[in-house]
């Protein structure tokens, strides 16, 4: 029998190459892990949350352009490189809409944009503006494009779409990392030792697999409170049960293989067999198991913000996006709520796609 570690890197990487959906969907996979590690560092909206509100230019369509008068913020608080990368950047200037503008010797009049058909006359002195800076005044007046549109407090849709993809994918680890260590965990005790055990864990898992998951979460997270945590624990404690059987029943087939007889007749001990021998083996299922746990996850996640009981405003959340801008489909701005669901399913459906990759390349008989 190969180490399953040169098992894995020599064949199951072969097989899973060929797989040309596998491949593709670890692509995505990478993408939207790159959009969340530099989300700050390449969206348009690099403020905390991007949650930079502008409510004159709510609900606007994809590509929609819109100049704006900068006004330099009060106190332009310091930010380091990483704090940046991880927090995003406080606003140092005000944003104002403008329709129009013209300059009178040291004074810019401008038209404040309020809707399509309505705009009030505004005045600042230029020096103020720019604060005796050698910088012109036409660095303060800059066009802005939205490429997919503003949501209904005028925020930018692909900022708060990029920054959403944290969430997801912050959730889907941590759903998979408990699920996994709680699963693994009491399923190979369960197939291991039997009896006694094996009763109380199996009913343990036929009492949560009884009660369908949303609702599972949803008692959570009324019970200890909504916030960005609560659903990332409550997530992972709902899905164990996946894990715990299919482990359980790897346990009970493995154990009685004459590898692990003989370990036995060593006398190396029950921890070393489960933890040395047994689980090793089970690498590829249980790998194929967290791929699928991880899309359930994202898809709960959303499931929960869309109801309000999950990520809380102003984070940025993929499920929250919809409920905000939901309204919106049945008008003539459609995208706008359809835009986080299209990430949603394709984020999905490459966690599944690559499942099924996984499957197939763990697979002994497919060759």
Known sequence: MLPESVFFSTVTWKRLYKNKLAVFSIIIIGFFFLLATFGYIISPDNTPNADLQTIEIQAKQPGYTQLFLKIPAP??????????????????????PIKDYYINKNTLYVNKYIDEDTSIQQQYNITLLTNNKNNTLYSYIIEKKYWLGT???????????????????????IAVLISMLVGVLLGALAGYYRKRIDDVIMWCINVVWSIPTILLVFAFTVSVGKGFWQIF???????????????????????????????????FSNRRII?????????GPLMVIAASNFAMAIIIEAGLSFLG?????????????????YNFIITSKPLLALIPGIAIMLLVLAFNLLGNGLRDAFDVKNN
């Open 75 to 96: 106190v332009i608080q310091s930010n380091s490189w990483f704090n940046k990368l991880i927090n995003g950047s406080p606003a140092q200037y005000k944003y104002v």
């Open 151 to 173: 949501d209904m407090f005028g925020r930018d849709i692909l900022s708060r779409l990029i920054i959403g993809t944290r969430i997801s994918l912050a959730v889907g680890f």
């Open 233 to 267: 624990i409550a997530v992972g404690l709902t899905m164990w049960v996946n894990v715990a059987r299919l482990v359980r029943g790897q346990v009970m087939g493995i154990k009685e293989l004459e590898y692990i007889q003989a370990a036995k007749t060593m006398g």
């Open 275 to 283: 933890v040395k021998h047994i689980l090793p083996s089970m690498i």
């Open 309 to 325: 009981i999950g990520i809380q405003p102003p984070q940025p959340s993929w499920g929250l996006m919809i409920k905000e801008n």
